[in-house]
Each structure stands twice: as structure tokens, then as C-alpha cells.
């Protein structure tokens, strides 16, 4: 069975997440219109359970503590290098797998049953 997934980017974090359309809309729907990534979600789930105001507004508040924090986190230019890096890497291991996997595929094949069996 084939579905098909959308990119979700979390309004916390900006972390880019590919997600079937009916995950990110119950995202949507349990935190006020906005999608969250899986960590995220959790760390807002926890701040209700523990935050002390309770009520209507509770997930507005336990959201915008969260994205404070996360702005917070992301003005820090160490985690724009190790984004930089990550991607790179990303790229990287990508081009490596996909040339590897042209080399192994168009490589003869150095041993055939027979000449492997004179070796011996």
C-alpha cells in the first residue's frame, strides 16, 4: 500500500519531517493549528501535565513556553554550524552511498564459481 507523505516543518524547532497528510492534521488539531515534530509535541505534553495554570488556555501557554525555549535554543550560532554540518554530512553520505552502489554494480565480476574452485 502506497501513501503518500507531505513535509511537515515543526513551528517549534523547524525541524522538516515528511509525514502522511492525516498524521500532521491530528498534530494540527491537539495543538491549535500548529504541527510539531514528535520531540517538540512531547516537550509541550509534559509542560501542561506540569505547568501550573490549567484551563482553556493551557496548551496556547505550554506552546508558547516551548517556542520561547526554542528560539532561545536556535539563536545560539553553534546550532546553525552543526546544522551546516549535518546537512553536509547528509549530502555527503548520499553521494557515497549512491557511487559506491554504481561501482559495486558496475563492477565485472572477479571470481566466477569455476576459477574460485581451481584455487583451492
Known amino acids: 500500500m502506497f501513501m503518500e507523505t507531505d513535509s ?18 491530528v498534530v494540527k488539531s491537539e495543538f491549535e493549528g500548529k504541527w510539531l515534530c514528535g520531540l517538540c509535541a512531547e516537550a509541550v505534553r509534559d509542560e501542561m501535565k506540569n505547568g501550573r495554570k490549567k484551563g ?20 545560539n550560532p553553534a546550532v546553525g ?17 549512491s557511487s559506491s552502489e554504481a561501482s559495486v554494480c558496475s563492477s565485472p565480476k572477479k571470481f566466477d564459481r569455476s576459477s574460485s574452485a581451481s584455487l583451492q
Open 56 to 75: 482553556s488556555r493551557e496548551t496556547e501557554e505550554a506552546l508558547k513556553a516551548h517556542m520561547a525555549f526554542c528560539r532561545k535554543f536556535n539563536s
Open 81 to 97: 554550524v552543526a546544522d551546516g554540518m549535518r546537512q553536509m554530512l547528509r549530502r555527503r553520505s548520499g553521494d557515497l552511498s
Open 8 to 25: 511537515a516543518v515543526c513551528e517549534c524547532c523547524g525541524l522538516r519531517e515528511e509525514c502522511t497528510q492525516e498524521y500532521i492534521s
